[in-house]
């Protein structure tokens, strides 16, 4: 993957994440459905806003890995995009606290680094 094929899937994916996610959270009832509809999208919009940034920044400042690469940028953004999609969960919930949001970070970040790993052998 390039960076220009990685900003044009990213581009109208992030559109059609936030319509989607505007769409369900003005124009339909709230409902259980309606908030299991809106978290994929939600990661899915999250995620597509910010791997272009994520990439841009990792290839200016020679990040290991993440600047040659757009679709490391990717798998990072996916990781801030289930996070955010897990902490709106959890607060719709009612269970979300700062130690259960800094619990995910350290999880996926954990997962983060296995992944590199595995992939280093």
């Given at each position: 993957m390039t960076?220009?094929?990685l900003w044009a899937i990213s581009l109208?994916?992030?559109v059609l994440g936030w319509a989607g996610v505007v769409i369900l959270t003005w124009a339909v009832p709230p409902t259980p459905l309606a908030y299991a509809a809106v978290l994929p999208l939600l990661a899915l919009a999250v995620t597509m806003t910010l791997a272009p940034p994520v990439w841009t920044v990792a290839s200016r400042y020679h990040w290991a890995g993440v600047g040659e690469r757009p679709a490391l940028a990717l798998r990072v953004a996916t990781w801030v995009g289930l996070w955010v999609a897990a902490c709106v969960g959890l607060r719709l919930?009612?269970?979300l606290d700062g130690v259960i949001a800094l619990a995910l970070v350290v999880v996926l970040s954990l997962i983060e680094m296995f992944l590199r790993q595995v992939a280093r052998r």
């Open positions: 960076g220009r094929v109208p994916a992030a919930a009612g269970v």
